[in-house]
């Protein structure tokens, strides 16, 4: 039996800022006008990250646009969310967070089954040459790929 996932929003930005080492799915807290606006797809992820406070993961600087047809329900477009996560999970976070130098980020939000859920990857920062060597990489790839494809044509 396949579970139906619909991504809405995937952070591009971060795979190629950071090497992603574990990734954690995640439910969050909203509020209906905002999964509403998320329905239609008026979520940005680039810039966003999560942090560890009280035992508590929180997911900042997410946009999601206010509701068009909201009223007063509407909240702040980039308050804090809090991500549902199991305590052990939590506890893994916050130890790789402070211990290893790691961070925490969002790489794709998605529906599961009618919910949302946020897929945040426990990541450590590339240097500059890591990111030329990435773009080598892809560039190399999209030469083959042309190759082989004017081959086959």
Do not use: W
Not at 31 to 40: A, D, L, Q, T, Y
Not at 132 to 145: F, L, P, T, Y
Request: charged letters at 30%; aromatic letters at 10%; glycine letters at 6%.
């Amino acid at each position: 039996m396949s579970e139906a996932i619909k991504i809405i929003d995937s952070n591009k930005k971060a795979y190629f800022e950071y090497f992603i080492e574990d990734t954690y799915e995640a439910g969050i807290a909203l509020v209906g006008c905002e999964v509403k606006s998320i329905r239609s797809g008026h979520i940005n992820l680039k810039d966003s990250f999560c942090v560890v406070k009280n035992n508590e993961v929180y997911l900042m600087n997410t946009h999601i646009k206010p509701y068009e047809k909201g009223s007063y329900f509407n909240v702040d477009s980039k308050r804090p969310r809090k991500l549902l996560l199991h305590k052990r999970e939590i506890d893994k976070l916050r130890g790789a967070v402070t211990q290893k130098s790691y961070t925490i980020v969002p790489t794709k939000i998605y529906f599961k089954q009618g919910l949302v859920k946020v897929e945040i990857a426990l990541a450590k920062g590339k240097e500059l040459h890591d990111k030329r060597k990435s773009i080598a990489d892809k560039q190399v790839k999209r030469d083959i790929q042309r190759a082989i494809k004017q081959y086959n044509g």
